[in-house]
C-alpha cells in the first residue's frame, strides 16, 4: 500500500471530503493537523498555499478535487467517478456545485454573527486564550469579506433561509428516487454534496431546515456510513 499523509484543518469540508475518499477506498493513511500559527508556512508544501494536500509516496497532490480524482485513477475500485460518460460528466458537474456554490453559503453561515463563536472554537479552541481573543475579529472579517465579494454574504437571514431550502430541496429530490445523486451507488458527487451540506446544517438556520427533511437526514446517515464520517 502507498505511504499516504493528509495535511488538513478538520473542520474544512474540503479535507473531509479527502478523507471520506481514502476511507471509502480502503486507503490507510495519517493526517497532520496544520497549527493555526504556521498557515503562512503551507505555501512551503503546497505551492497553492491551501489546504487540504496529501503526500502520496512522497508526492504532493493539492486541491481537494485533484486528489480525489488522483486517487480514482491510482486506486480505481471501489469507483467513485462512473464509466458511463453521462453519468461521469453529472458526477463532475455536481462535484464542482458542491464546492463552488454550497461552500459560500457553509462558510456564510457558520462563520456568520449567529455562529461564529462555537464555530471559531472548533477552528481554535487548542490555541491560548490570549491568542484566541487576537485571531477571532481577524477571522470574523476575512470570512466576512471572502462571502461579501462572493455575493451571498450580502444577502439577508431570510434570503439565506429561503436559499437553504431550495438547496435542502434540490439533493433531497436528487437521491430520493436510488438513495445516491448519480445513479445507483455512492460518487464522488455524494461525497462533495454531503460534506458541503452538513456543514450548512451545523449552523442554526441549516439545523431548522434539515429538521424538517426526514428523507435527508436518512440520505446523510446513508453517506457518512459509507464513507466511515469523521466530521469535526
Known amino acids: 500500500m502507498p505511504k499516504v499523509t493528509l495535511y488538513q484543518f478538520a473542520v474544512s ?21 496544520w497549527p493555526l500559527a504556521e498557515v503562512p508556512r503551507i505555501q512551503e508544501r503546497n505551492p497553492t498555499g491551501k489546504l487540504p494536500f496529501i503526500e502520496w509516496d512522497g508526492e504532493v497532490i493539492g486541491d481537494s478535487t485533484d486528489i480525489a480524482l488522483a486517487i480514482e485513477e491510482r486506486v480505481p475500485d471501489p469507483p467513485l467517478v462512473p464509466a458511463d460518460p453521462l453519468e461521469r460528466a453529472l458526477v463532475l458537474a455536481l462535484e464542482d456545485w458542491a464546492d463552488e456554490s454550497l461552500y459560500f453559503y457553509e ?49 439577508t437571514k431570510e434570503q439565506l433561509a429561503r436559499d437553504v431550502d431550495r438547496l435542502f430541496d434540490t439533493i433531497d429530490a436528487l437521491q430520493r428516487r436510488t438513495g445516491f445523486v448519480v445513479g445507483n451507488s455512492l460518487t464522488l458527487a455524494d461525497v462533495a454534496i454531503v460534506c458541503q451540506a452538513e456543514c450548512i446544517s451545523d449552523s442554526s438556520l441549516g439545523a431548522s431546515a434539515l429538521m424538517r427533511r426526514p428523507g435527508l437526514q436518512e440520505y446523510f446517515r446513508r453517506i457518512d456510513a459509507l464513507t466511515h464520517a469523521q466530521r469535526s
Not at 469540508?13 to 493537523?33: A, G, H, M, Q, S
Not at 484566541?132 to 475579529?137: D, F, K, T, V, Y
Open 13 to 33: 469540508p474540503f479535507c473531509d471530503k479527502v478523507r471520506r475518499v481514502l476511507f471509502y477506498k480502503n486507503i490507510p493513511f495519517e493526517t497532520y493537523e
Open 107 to 155: 462558510m456564510c453561515l457558520r462563520f456568520g454573527d449567529e455562529d461564529f463563536d462555537r464555530t471559531f472554537l472548533k477552528v481554535a479552541g487548542s490555541l491560548p486564550e490570549e491568542m484566541r481573543s487576537g485571531l477571532a475579529p481577524l477571522l470574523r472579517e476575512n470570512f466576512r469579506q471572502i462571502t461579501s465579494t462572493q455575493g451571498v454574504g450580502r444577502k
